[in-house]
């Protein structure tokens, strides 16, 4: 990357000087010419919660950097239930380089805000570019180490232990800007959801959180607002 600062006269794309994925997302790995090539077809779009983003089986035509929100990956079983397979935070990269049609269905878990690339002109650059490559594949192997840290939390550990393992999770990387778990944040998904991502009832997820609050680990404002009162004990519920 350029030492040039990104104020006053600069190669780098007005699109991408202010962005807040450009440094620690894929686009850390590319130059100013390779930035502005990639922002000469790249549009900004902020969907509302529920919008889907991708769908399972579709054709992939467009890759994202998330600027910011969460967003939830689901699958859908043969008998029509929904299972929540995975989260994505900023400056997650969304989507499968090089994939014909998409594994997961991807959908917005409150408002988020995406920079959307065309396949073609990313999958080349990937190609080209070996800094990019090592970039998506190194979150390729993040997100398997995501996945298998995930079953063993599904696996072995116990239902309040899973449910402060998630709000844990969410608290972590919901702001990509703090440093370490937000002292307050909003959850992104409805109960329901973290039900189907813990493999538990809403009523079990429901009475853990309430747990966790008379402990004074945690406080929750309108159902949705999370507080961390006591990281330690959250850390130490969560199995940590």
């Known amino acids: 990357m350029s030492n040039m600062p990104d104020t006053g006269p600069s ?18 790995a ?17 969907c509302p919660s529920g919008s889907n983003l991708a769908s399972a089986g579709s054709p992939v035509t467009s890759h994202a950097n998330i600027l910011s929100g ?23 990269f969304l989507g499968r380089p090089f ?6 269905t991807a959908e917005a878990a409150g408002t988020v805000r995406l920079c959307i690339f065309q396949r073609e002109e990313l ?27 995930w079953m063993l939390t599904l696996g072995k550990k116990s239902a ?8 844990l999770l969410i608290g972590t990387h919901i702001d990509p800007e703090a440093e370490g778990c937000s002292p307050s944040f909003e959850l992104p998904l409805r ?16 009475r853990q959180i309430t747990a966790l609050r008379r402990r004074g680990i945690i406080a ?10 006591d990281l330690q004990g959250l850390e130490s519920a969560a199995g940590g």
């Open 160 to 167: 309040s232990e899973r449910v402060a393992s998630v709000l």
């Open 99 to 104: 994939a014909e049609v998409s594994d997961v």
């Open 220 to 229: 929750v404002d309108r159902n949705r607002l999370i507080t961390v009162l």
């Open 123 to 149: 999958e080349e650059m990937a190609v080209e570019s070996p800094g990019l490559s090592r970039r998506l594949h190194a979150q390729a192997l993040r997100e398997l180490d995501d996945a298998r840290d």
């Open 191 to 206: 109960r329901s959801d973290i039900a189907d991502f813990l493999g538990l009832t809403i009523e079990t997820v429901s």
């Open 30 to 46: 590319l130059h100013p010419a390779q930035l502005s090539r990639l922002a000469r077809t790249a549009i900004r779009r902020e």
């Open 11 to 28: 190669p780098i794309p007005v699109l991408c000087r202010a962005c807040e994925a450009r440094h620690r997302g894929i686009c850390g």
């Open 70 to 92: 969460v967003v939830k990956l689901t699958k859908l079983m043969p008998d029509g239930r929904q299972q929540v397979v995975g989260l994505q935070f900023a400056p997650d």
